[in-house]
Nanobody, 116 residues
């Protein structure tokens, strides 16, 4: 079993920055993909950014140039540096990990609120 522990959410003013972290632990032999999704009230969960084992990244158009995903393989941890935050970035952010082939794990979610 894989456990994910997220941290770093909070309340910030528009234009500010936050850094989210997600540490994976448990029976992990390999990690294929680490990603961040978000879900705003009344909306579907959407991909924010993902990074694969080789370090290739994909970003949602809405966050390109503002957010950066990175990972520390030694710590099985993925980060999301969020800059120039906008009120529309307000959502619950979820960590996603695909490990040991095709095992999918989700974090518990961390709230990010951006005030105008």
């Amino acid at each position: 079993q894989v456990q994910l522990v997220e941290s770093g959410g909070g309340l910030v003013q528009a234009g500010g920055s936050l850094r989210l972290s997600c540490a994976a632990s448990g029976s992990i032999f390999s990690i294929n993909v680490m990603a961040w999704y978000r879900q705003a009230p009344g909306k579907q969960r959407e991909l924010v950014a993902r990074i694969n084992a080789g370090g290739s990244t994909i970003y949602a158009d809405s966050v390109k140039g503002r957010h950066t995903i990175s990972k520390d393989n030694a710590k099985n941890t993925v980060y999301l540096q969020m800059n120039s935050l906008k009120p529309e970035d307000t959502a619950v952010y979820y960590c996603y990990v695909q490990s040991n082939g095709f095992r999918i794990s989700w974090g518990q979610g961390t709230q990010v609120t951006v005030s105008s």
